[in-house]
C-alpha cells in the first residue's frame, strides 16, 4: 500500500514518529551493560576501587559504557573460527534488487564486481565468508491484487537461476542440508530460494507444490499484506491467526519439506502454525521485540513455542527493528498515520504528512551491538539452539554501523567471542542451527511419505 515510495522489500514497515531525544546508548543496551558492569564492579572491590569515592566511579562506569559499546576489532582468533564456521544467512533481496535496478539481467549489473551501490556483490559475499544463502525472490502484496503475483515471482526465482548459471564457480543451487554441506565444501556458496510470501501462491496448493519443484525450500506464510488465509504482522488481523486453508497449507508445507517460515506474520499466526506445524519453522529475519519493540519481531512469550517446536530464530539487521528508539519511531508514525486517516479520510494527504515527519524524525542506523544485544536477548530467553542470522541485505534501507553489507559477517563472530560466547554457541548461531532445521524437516517430509 505504501510501495509507491518506500523503495525496499522491508518496506510497508508500520510508519512511525520518534518523540524524545535520540541517544547513542539505548535503554536495552544500557541496562545490559550495567549488568556487566555490576559484575566487574563485584570483581574489583577486593582490589580496593569502589571505597566510597563515588565520582571516580561514576566516571569509570561512563567510561566503561563508551568501552563495551565501542567499535569492534577483528582478532586473528575470531577471522579464523569465522573461516571454519558455517555462514549460512536466512535472508537476503540482491534479487529483487536485480529486477529494480538492472531489468532482471546481470549483464546490466555484474555483481562479479564490487557494486557499491547494493549491500550485495561476490567480492564482499567472499570477504565476509558466506557459505549458504537463502535467496529471496520476494514481490509486493499489491501483486496479488494485480493477478501478478505468481509471475513476477516465477521471473524472481528465475532471476536466482540465471545467477547461478552465470557464475557457477561461485554458486550453485542447494535443494537439502546435505547439498550445503557439499556445496560449502567446495567452497561454493550454497544457493537456496525462498518465496517470501504467500500470495506467491495465489491461493492455490497446486502452485505451493510447483515451487517447491522448482528450488523453493521456505516460504514465509505472509508479507506485510493479510491473506486470505492467515494475518500479517503489519496488517489488520481478520482470521486470528490461520485459516483453515492456512493450516492446509502448513501441513502440506511439512509434507514437501519446506520450511515454515513465521517472520512478517501476526503474533497469532506464529501460534496457530506452531500448534498445527509437525517440522520446525525458522524466522528467515526477524529479530527480538524483547529489545526492540516492533510489530515485525518475536515477542518473547512466544519464544518457548519455539523452543517447543526445535526452530530457529535468524535475527535481521535492519535499524528500524533493532534499535529500541528506532522501533518505538516507527510505532508512532504508524499512530499518527491512523489518527490522520481517522480525522481527514484522506489517505495520500496522510501518507504525505506521514513522510514529512519522517524526514524530520530519521531512525538511528545503531551499530552491530544492537544486533548483538538481539542475539544475546535470544539465547539468554530461548537458547543457543534456537538463534541464528537473517540480514535482510539489500531488503533494508537502513543499516548499523559495522553491519553495512555482505562482508561484515566476521565480525559478528568477533562480536559474540567479546560478549563470552563460546565457539560451539557461535558455530550454531552462525549456521549450524538453520542446517539441523532443514535436516529435521526433511526428516519429517520422509516420514510422511
Ligand atoms: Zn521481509
Known amino acids: 500500500m505504501f510501495s509507491h515510495f ?111 551501490e547494493l549491500q550485495t556483490d561476490i567480492p564482499r559475499l567472499r570477504a565476509g565468508g558466506v557459505g549458504a544463502q537463502f535467496w529471496s525472490v520476494y514481490v509486493p502484496g499489491e501483486t496479488m491484487r494485480q493477478g501478478q503475483a505468481l509471475t513476477q515471482t516465477l521471473e524472481q526465482i528465475e532471476i536466482v537461476l540465471a545467477m547461478m548459471n552465470r557464475y557457477p564457480e561461485t554458486f550453485e543451487l542447494a535443494l537439502t542440508a546435505d547439498d550445503v554441506e557439499r556445496i560449502r565444501g567446495e567452497g561454493k556458496i550454497a544457493s537456496l530460494i525462498g518465496v517470501e510470501g504467500g500470495h506467491s501462491i495465489e491461493n492455490s496448493i497446486n502452485v505451493l507444490r510447483q515451487l517447491h519443484r522448482l528450488g523453493a525450500r521456505y516460504m514465509t506464510l505472509t508479507h506485510n499484506v493479510t491473506l486470505d488465509w492467515a494475518d500479517a504482522a503489519n496488517d489488520r488481523a481478520v482470521h486470528g491467526g490461520l485459516s483453515e486453508f492456512g493450516e492446509e497449507i502448513v501441513r502440506e508445507m511439512n509434507r514437501l519439506g519446506m520450511l515454515v517460515d513465521l517472520s512478517h506474520v501476526s503474533p497469532d499466526t506464529m501460534r496457530h502454525a506452531l500448534r498445527v506445524t509437525a517440522a520446525p519453522v525458522i524466522y528467515s529475519h526477524s529479530s527480538a521485540r524483547g529489545i526492540a519493540d516492533h510489530p515485525r519481531n518475536v515477542p518473547d512469550d512466544v519464544l518457548p513455542l519455539v523452543v517447543a517446536n526445535g526452530g530457529v530464530i535468524m535475527v535481521n539487521f535492519y535499524s528500524s527493528f533493532i534499535v529500541p528508539e ?43 551491538h544492537d544486533v548483538l544485544d538481539h542475539i544475546d536477548h535470544l539465547v539468554r530467553h530461548a537458547g543457543a539452539d534456537h538463534v541464528g542470522i537473517g540480514s535482510d ?43 539441523r532445521v532443514m535436516r529435521r524437516a526433511e526428516e519429517v517430509a520422509a516420514s510422511g511419505r
Open 6 to 116: 518506500l523503495p525496499c522489500p522491508e518496506r510497508n514497515e508500520v510508519f512511525g514518529v520518534g518523540g524524545f531525544e535520540p541517544s547513542r546508548i539505548s535503554r536495552s543496551v544500557r541496562h545490559w551493560a550495567f549488568g556487566r558492569l555490576i559484575v566487574m564492579l563485584v570483581l574489583l572491590l577486593p582490589a580496593g576501587v569502589g571505597g566510597g569515592d563515588e565520582p571516580e566511579l561514576a566516571d569509570a562506569v561512563a567510561a566503561d559504557v563508551e568501552a563495551i559499546r565501542a567499535p569492534i576489532v577483528m582478532t586473528e582468533r575470531a577471522a579464523e573460527l569465522h573461516r571454519s564456521l558455517l555462514m549460512f544467512d536466512g535472508h537476503n533481496d540482491l534479487p529483487w534488487e536485480v529486477r529494480k535496478r538492472a531489468g532482471r539481467s546481470f549483464d546490466n549489473l555484474d555483481i562479479s564486481k564490487p557494486q557499491p
Open 326 to 368: 528506532s522501533a518505538a519511531r516507527d510505532a508512532e508514525s504508524a499512530a499518527l498515520r491512523e489518527r490522520l486517516i481517522e480525522e481527514t479520510g484522506d489517505e495520500q494527504a496522510a501518507d504525505a504528512e506521514v513522510r514529512r515527519w519522517r524526514r524530520q524524525n530519521p531512525a538511528q542506523a545503531g551499530t552491530i
Open 393 to 435: 541485505f539489500d531488503g533494508v534501507t537502513m543499516l548499523p554501523d559495522q553491519l553495512e553489507d555482505v562482508s561484515t559477517y566476521p565480525l559478528i563472530t568477533q562480536g559474540l567471542l567479546d560478549r563470552g560466547h563460546d565457539e560451539a554457541t557461535i558455530r550454531k548461531i552462525m549456521g549450524e542451527n538453520v542446517l
